[in-house]
């Protein structure tokens, strides 16, 4: 992993993906990271993710302009 990188632990199973940009501090607002999914700016696993809403897992790797938010499984 390059640049800032950190961890996010989640209880639930899943989050949504817009949610962790917002939680992490990688957008200003909800409409910000539905604006930057949208306009293709956001890895999932080294992909463009497009889908606002997708159900994101332990084990996925988030990325937005160098910075990597890991996501794990919460207790």
């Known amino acids: ?10 209880r639930g ?3 949504e993906l817009y949610k962790i940009l917002k ?4 957008a200003a607002s ?3 990271a539905k604006y ?3 306009a293709g700016q956001v890895l999932v696993n080294g992909k463009v993710e ?6 994101t897992v332990a084990g996925d790797v988030v990325e937005v302009h160098g910075e990597q938010v890991r996501i794990t499984a919460g207790e």
């Open 30 to 32: 909800g409409g910000e």
């Open 1 to 10: 992993m390059t640049g800032k990188h950190r961890t996010l632990a989640i």
């Open 50 to 55: 497009t889908r606002k809403r997708r159900k």
């Open 36 to 38: 930057l999914i949208a």
């Open 23 to 26: 939680i992490e501090n990688m």
């Open 13 to 15: 199973g899943f989050i």
